[in-house]
């Protein structure tokens, strides 16, 4: 059981550059989230999936795109990258009415040159 | 603005002591609190939580106290060990539409010395 796995780990972009961060999981959960890390300013929600199909924006969720085409992917797309988009990314995922049981991948370090 | 706030951005103990990491909240929405754990490379883990309706929660080590008339709550780990050194975050969620979405504090990095 993998439980949430990201990819890649690291990844080092150039100003306007495109990309996309990947994120699966083998539990069957129907929510997906993804989440930036930043010094000083704690986890910020960028987007959410309540399912396959549906998707939301989170707090930050400008500069980023995302799709949920199956219940076990939940990718992130940045369109044209910005230094300001350096950061931690998280993608969780939880089983619906558990608010406790969110799952967390090890995340992925992006740099913007 | 910070929703949840976590004003001590580390703290530092010694091996068998208490530590208390503490955080507030201004959202008188919010109806569930969870206290995660992370070390470095690697992403949050779930430590514990308290539902509003509470005043207190234990497991194990790990205590969770809520004061909703202060928007306050604080996570008490007795006693403190090395492995516990982390950065914790405390977060919230409120029911209704937003589909249990949470949101986190800036995060306090504890120290336990041996």
């Known amino acids: 059981n993998a439980g949430v796995t990201q990819t890649p780990k690291f990844q080092v972009l150039k100003t306007g550059q495109s990309m996309t961060l990947q994120c699966a999981q083998d539990?069957?959960?129907?929510?997906m989230s993804w989440y930036r890390q930043d010094p000083g300013m704690g986890l910020r929600l960028i987007h959410y999936s309540v399912g396959a199909g549906i998707t939301d924006q989170g707090e930050v969720p400008n500069g980023y795109n995302v799709s949920r085409s199956t219940t076990e992917d939940f990718p992130l797309r940045l369109l044209s990258a910005a230094p300001s988009q350096t950061s931690v990314y998280f993608c969780?995922?939880?089983?619906?009415?558990?608010?406790?049981?969110?799952?967390f991948g090890s995340g992925t370090r992006l740099t913007v040159v | 603005d910070q929703q949840v706030k976590q004003n001590s951005p580390s703290l530092s103990v010694q091996e068998g002591r208490i530590s208390i990491l503490n955080c507030d909240y201004t959202n008188s929405m919010f109806d569930y609190f969870l206290w995660y754990k992370k070390y470095p490379a690697e992403g949050p883990t779930f430590l514990i939580s308290i539902s509003s309706i509470k005043d207190k929660n234990e497991d194990g080590r790990f205590t969770v106290f809520l004061n909703k008339s202060a928007k306050h709550l604080s996570l008490h780990i007795v006693p403190s060990q090395p492995g516990d050194s982390a950065v914790y975050f405390c977060?919230?969620?409120?029911?209704?539409?937003?589909?249990?979405?949470?949101?986190f504090g800036q995060g306090t990095i504890l120290t336990v010395h041996p």
């Open positions: 969780a995922s939880r089983p619906p009415g558990q608010v406790r049981g969110y799952t």
């Open positions: 539990m069957n959960h129907e929510y």
């Open positions: 977060a919230a969620s409120h029911g209704g539409t937003s589909y249990g979405k949470l949101t």
